[in-house]
C-alpha cells in the first residue's frame, strides 16, 4: 500500500494563482481532511470528508474548496492565492473519527509570493 | 469545542533522561491521540488510547480520564527521538482537536 500521497512536494505560486493539491489515498478509508501547518499555529484543519459526495469545512475554509467524488481521491483547491497562504498543507486520512488511527500525507510546503 | 493544551512547549535533554510531555483537553473524549514530527518530515501516529496507558518501546503514554490529561514519556532518550510531539482529542464523530505540539530536542 502506499497510504496516503500528496503532489506536488513543493509549489510555488504568484498572488492570484489558482491550483489544486492532490490528495490519494489506497486504504479505502471514508474519512479525509487537510490541515495546515504554520509555526506556532499546529495543525489547523481546512476541510474535512466523511464519505464520497459529503465535506465539510473546518476551522479555516476561507480561500480553499474541497470536492469528494471518490473514496480515494481528496483534492483542496486554492482559488486566488494569497501571501496567508503560504503553508505547509497535509492531507490525512482514517477509517473514521475517534479511536483509529490517523495517517498523514508527506505534506505539500506552498510559497504564494 | 475542545481545548488541547501541551507543556511544555519547547524542551531540551541530555541523551539518557527520562523526559515528559504534558497534554490536557477541556471536553470528555472518546480517544486521545499522540503523533510525531520529525525535521521537515511526515507525522506519524505514535499512540491511541481511551484509558489506561500503552507501551511501545522507549515510549509509555498515559491517560487520566477523570482529570482530562495524557502524558507521554520517553525513557533513555537519544538524539534521534528529536521532534515535534503532537496531541490531538478526538471527541465523538467531530474533527480532531490538536495541540500546538512540543519540539524536543535530544542533545548527546
Known amino acids: 500500500n502506499a497510504g496516503v500521497t500528496q503532489t506536488p512536494k513543493f509549489q510555488v505560486l504568484k498572488t492570484g494563482q489558482s491550483m489544486t493539491l492532490q490528495c490519494a489515498q489506497d486504504?479505502?478509508?471514508?474519512?479525509m481532511s487537510w490541515y495546515r501547518q504554520d509555526p506556532g499555529m499546529g495543525l489547523r484543519l481546512i476541510h474535512y470528508?466523511?464519505?464520497?459526495?459529503?465535506?465539510d469545512q473546518g476551522e479555516v475554509p476561507n480561500g480553499y474548496n474541497v470536492s469528494r467524488s471518490t473514496t480515494e481521491d481528496f483534492p483542496l483547491r486554492l482559488l486566488s492565492a494569497a501571501p496567508s497562504q503560504t503553508s505547509v498543507y497535509f492531507c490525512?486520512?482514517?477509517?473514521?473519527?475517534?479511536?483509529?488511527?490517523?495517517?498523514f500525507g508527506p505534506g505539500t510546503r506552498l510559497t504564494v509570493l | 469545542k475542545n481545548e488541547v493544551e501541551q507543556s511544555p512547549q519547547n524542551l531540551t535533554a541530555q541523551e539518557g533522561e527520562f523526559i515528559t510531555i504534558n497534554c490536557s483537553y477541556s471536553?470528555?473524549?472518546?480517544?486521545l491521540h499522540w503523533l510525531q514530527q520529525h525535521p521537515g518530515g511526515g507525522i506519524v501516529s505514535l499512540f491511541m488510547?481511551?484509558?489506561g496507558k500503552k507501551k511501545h518501546g522507549r515510549l509509555i503514554a498515559t491517560i487520566n480520564i477523570q482529570e482530562k490529561h495524557s502524558s507521554l514519556h520517553i525513557t533513555a532518550s537519544h538524539p534521534r527521538d528529536s521532534a515535534v510531539y503532537i496531541c490531538?482529542?478526538?471527541?465523538?464523530?467531530?474533527?480532531?482537536?490538536f495541540g500546538k505540539g512540543t519540539r524536543l530536542s535530544v542533545i548527546a
Open positions: 470528508s466523511v464519505g464520497a459526495g459529503i465535506t
Open positions: 488510547l481511551s484509558s
Open positions: 486504504m479505502n478509508h471514508e474519512y
Open positions: 490525512a486520512s482514517s477509517s473514521g473519527l475517534g479511536y483509529n488511527e490517523q495517517f
Open positions: 471536553v470528555g473524549i472518546s480517544a
Open positions: 490531538a482529542a478526538a471527541s465523538g464523530n467531530t474533527p480532531l482537536v
